[in-house]
C-alpha cells in the first residue's frame, strides 16, 4: 500500500508535483499516466525517498520510507536502467545489492530466472541490449522479495517480446497481492496493463479510477441507438435530460447517459429498439481529452500549405 497525501515538489521556480493525493492499493496494477515533465519520476523519487519533498508526504506500508528498518525488503523499484556499473556482469552488480542488504545470495540466482537474464547474467553489462538492462534492472527490484513494486517507464525501448513480458509480470505480481505501480506516457499500453489509472499533467492529478471508468471518458460516454421512432425517442430523451443527435433516418447518437438509461427509457415508453451500444473512447482519445491542457512540451505543428488561385 502506498499513500500520497499532499505531496508537492518544487525546484526553484518548477514546480514539478503540486498537491498530490492518491493511493496506490495491493493486489492491482496502478498505471501512473501523464505526459513528459507531468512529474512522474519525480513523485516515485519522493516515495523511494531520493527527494525531499516540499511539502506533504508519501508512505509505503505506512511508513516513510526513510523509517523502513529493511527498505529492500518492503518496496523494489526500477528507476533507471542507465544507472548500471558497465564493467561488472549482471550477476555480480546483483550479488553486491543482495550483501549490501543483507538478502541471502540464493536470491540472486532466483531473481535472475524470474526475469529470463540466464546465461546473459554472466556477460557484462556494458554488453547489454536495452531489454536485457531492463530485465536486470527488475531482478534487483525482486531482490528482497518486497511487497510494493514501483517501475518508472519499465517497457520505453523494449520490442514486443519485452513488452509482452513485462506485461505478464506486472499481472503476476499484483495477482501474488504485492502493490504494483508502473509510470508510462504511452496509453495504449496501460489500456491492457493497468487496473487502475492515476494521471497527472503539470504536476496535479488529473484522474483516479478504474481503467474502465476513464475507457468510458468520465462522462463522455456515447451511445447509439436506432429506432423505428426516433422522432419519438428523441422527444423522450430530451425530456429526461439526455442530449441526443440525430445520425442517420434512424440512429441516434446520445450523450449523457448510459446503454442502460437510454434502453430503460425506450421500454418505459414501448418503443422498439433495433440497436442499442456503448460507444468505447479509446484511452488514447480520453486521455488527450484530459491532459490535453497540460502538456507542456507540445510539437512543432506545421503550418497547412494553401495554393489559391493568386499564387498560382
Ligand atoms: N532535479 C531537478 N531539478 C530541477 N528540475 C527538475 C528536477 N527533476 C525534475 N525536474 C523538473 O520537474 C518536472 C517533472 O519532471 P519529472 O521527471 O518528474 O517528469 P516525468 O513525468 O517523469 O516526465 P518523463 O515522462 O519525461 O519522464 C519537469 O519540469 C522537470 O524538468
Ligand atoms: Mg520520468
Known amino acids: ?14 514546480l514539478a508535483v503540486d498537491d ?3 493511493d496506490v492499493e495491493p493486489g492491482k496494477v496502478t498505471g501512473f499516466l501523464g505526459p513528459n515533465g507531468a512529474g512522474k519520476s519525480t513523485t516515485m523519487r519522493m516515495m523511494l525517498g531520493l527527494d525531499r519533498p516540499t511539502a506533504g508526504r508519501a508512505l509505503v506500508n505506512g511508513r516513510s520510507f526513510a523509517t523502513l528498518a529493511e527498505p529492500l525488503r518492503e518496496v523494489g523499484a526500477l528507476l533507471d536502467p542507465g544507472s548500471l556499473h558497465p564493467g561488472r556482469t549482471g550477476r555480480s552488480h ?11 545470495q540464493r536470491r540472486v540466482d532466483e531473481v535472475i530466472e524470474q526475469v529470463g537474464l540466464g546465461s546473459a547474467a554472466r556477460r557484462r553489462i556494458k554488453g547489454y541490449s536495452l531489454g536485457m538492462r531492463q530485465r536486470l534492472g527488475i531482478a534487483a527490484a525482486l531482490l528482497g522479495d518486497p511487497r510494493v513494486l514501483l517501475f518508472d517507464e519499465p517497457i520505453n525501448g523494449l520490442d514486443l517480446d519485452g513488452v509482452r513480458w513485462i506485461r505478464g509480470l506486472l ?37 483516479d479510477a478504474t481503467t474502465g471508468e476513464i475507457l468510458r471518458g468520465l462522462g463522455h460516454r456515447q451511445v447509439r441507438v436506432r429506432t ?30 448510459t446503454a442502460e438509461d437510454v434502453g430503460e427509457l425506450a421500454n418505459a ?5 433495433h440497436h442499442l451500444s456503448e460507444v468505447q473512447q479509446s484511452l488514447e482519445a480520453a486521455y488527450l481529452e484530459l491532459t490535453g491542457d497540460s502538456v507542456e512540451f507540445h510539437g512543432g505543428v506545421r503550418q497547412p500549405v494553401h495554393t489559391t488561385e493568386a499564387a498560382l
Open 228 to 257: 423505428s421512432q426516433p422522432d419519438e425517442l428523441l422527444a423522450r430523451l430530451g425530456e429526461h435530460g439526455l442530449t441526443a443527435q440525430r445520425l442517420d433516418g434512424h440512429e441516434l447518437q446520445v450523450e449523457g447517459g
Open 20 to 22: 498530490l493525493s492518491f
Open 171 to 207: 499481472r503476476s505480481l499484483a495477482d501474488e497481492g504485492r502493490t504494483v505501480l508502473v509510470s508510462s506516457h504511452l496509453m495504449s499500453e496501460m489500456e491492457q496493463t493497468a487496473d487502475r489509472l492515476v494521471v497527472i499533467g503539470r504536476g496535479r492529478l488529473i484522474a
Open 1 to 14: 500500500m502506498i499513500e500520497v497525501r499532499g505531496l508537492t515538489k518544487r525546484f526553484g521556480d518548477v
Open 94 to 104: 546483483l550479488r553486491v545489492a543482495a550483501r549490501a542488504n543483507g538478502i541471502p
Open 269 to 273: 415508453f414501448s418503443i422498439p429498439l
